[in-house]
């Protein structure tokens, strides 16, 4: 017996939570169909569930409502690092993050706060980026449409903070999760990281623009978050000109938008031809047969183009290229690293 229970604890969430379910099946039946005894025992395990299910759920309300701040994020990966800052700064049981799977830079926006806009995202994604399906089923819980369920629930007693930076999806973020908190009392704050970097860094000798959460340094990121609490209200005037601003984008058919000038450019899916072929002839150079990774060519085009795009936007963009035979290709088309990229000369874009 002691054995089982240390086998019990060798197993993974998902694996005891599969291993619970085929109890239960087992278990459930005899509550109705068994014997004195069977029945007896089986609704004894039964009532243990529930109960253990009921206090869970109640521990869960108790955490949810000691939450007084929300922070709403339009990436997992900035959500990863704005959980563990926080949680560094001791600071994690006091707010929820709640975070998008989505890049708002491409694809349509169209209708998004509705299931045929939604349904139109996502079928235009399938057939234009690779791995979409994957990456879609493995995240539900940060689809736009459970996203948007979680935003319209945040009850409104609570604060909320919109984390955002200098670039078209962030921007896009922002004014769609304004659009759906319209007519809501929360108190809502905007966190710049982009403008609070510039605020941090101004004794730092650097011509980088810090476009992107990702790319803040460590401590400058901490000392961010450390001051989340005097974050910049959303006053009602403004609040009024991004829902605006939000419905105007939403009637654009453009698949790509661009972040120039301080403000959302829509640009057309051709827009990045020409920076490709122009990295990949550089590129070629060091390069006897003048082929080069795929990969190469989408980092140096994220290094050195200020803009937060899909990767997989662009590699659907080089295909593009080869299908119309402005670039020749080679190796295994499943991967970034498996494939190389040619220009062919004399052709034009």
């Known amino acids: 017996m002691k054995d ?35 029945k007896a025992l089986a609704g004894s395990i039964v009532q243990m569930y529930e109960k253990s299910v009921q206090h869970s759920h109640s521990l869960r309300v108790e955490a949810e409502q000691r939450k007084s701040m929300v922070h709403l994020v339009c990436s997992m990966s900035d959500a990863g690092s704005l959980k563990v800052a926080l949680s560094n700064l001791g600071k994690r049981t006091d707010n929820e993050v709640l975070s998008f799977n989505d890049c708002f830079s491409v694809g349509p926006i169209k209708n998004i706060d509705r299931v045929e806009g939604q349904r139109a995202r996502e079928f235009w994604q399938m057939e234009k980026l690779s791995g979409f399906m994957f990456n879609h089923h493995m995240n539900r819980e940060h689809q736009i449409q459970r996203m948007t369920e979680k935003i319209t629930a945040i009850a409104e007693h609570k604060s909320i903070i919109i984390w955002c ?87 654009e058919e453009c698949t ?70 402005c670039l020749a290709f080679r190796g295994l088309p499943g991967a970034m690293h498996q494939y190389s990229v040619r220009n062919n000369r004399g052709r034009t874009i």
Request: proline share 1%; glycine share 6%; aromatic share 8%.
């Open 256 to 325: 790509l938008r661009l972040w120039e000038d301080g403000k959302i450019k829509h640009a057309a899916e051709e827009e990045l031809d020409r920076r490709l072929i122009a990295i990949i002839d550089k590129l070629a150079i060091e390069s006897e047969d003048r082929f080069v990774k795929a990969g190469a060519v989408i980092g140096e085009l994220q290094d050195h183009y200020f803009q937060l795009i899909d990767f997989r936007f662009t590699e659907y963009r080089l295909w593009t290229l080869i299908s119309d035979g």
């Open 165 to 251: 930076a200098d670039n078209a999806h962030d921007q896009v973020g922002l004014r769609f999760i304004l659009h759906l908190l319209k007519n809501r009392t929360n108190s809502v704050h905007k966190m710049n990281v982009s403008e609070l970097f510039r605020l941090n860094a101004a004794s730092m000798q650097t011509n980088l623009p810090h476009y992107a959460q990702g790319l803040l340094e460590r401590d400058v990121y901490l000392n961010i978050v450390n001051g989340y609490e005097q974050a910049e209200k959303i006053v009602d005037i403004e609040r009024r000109r991004y829902e605006a601003e939000w419905l105007e984008l939403s009637r």
């Open 4 to 38: 089982l229970y240390e086998r019990l604890r060798e197993l993974s969430e998902g694996e005891a939570r599969s291993l619970l379910n085929d109890l239960l099946k087992l278990t459930v039946p005899f509550t109705e169909q068994g014997n004195g005894e069977q």
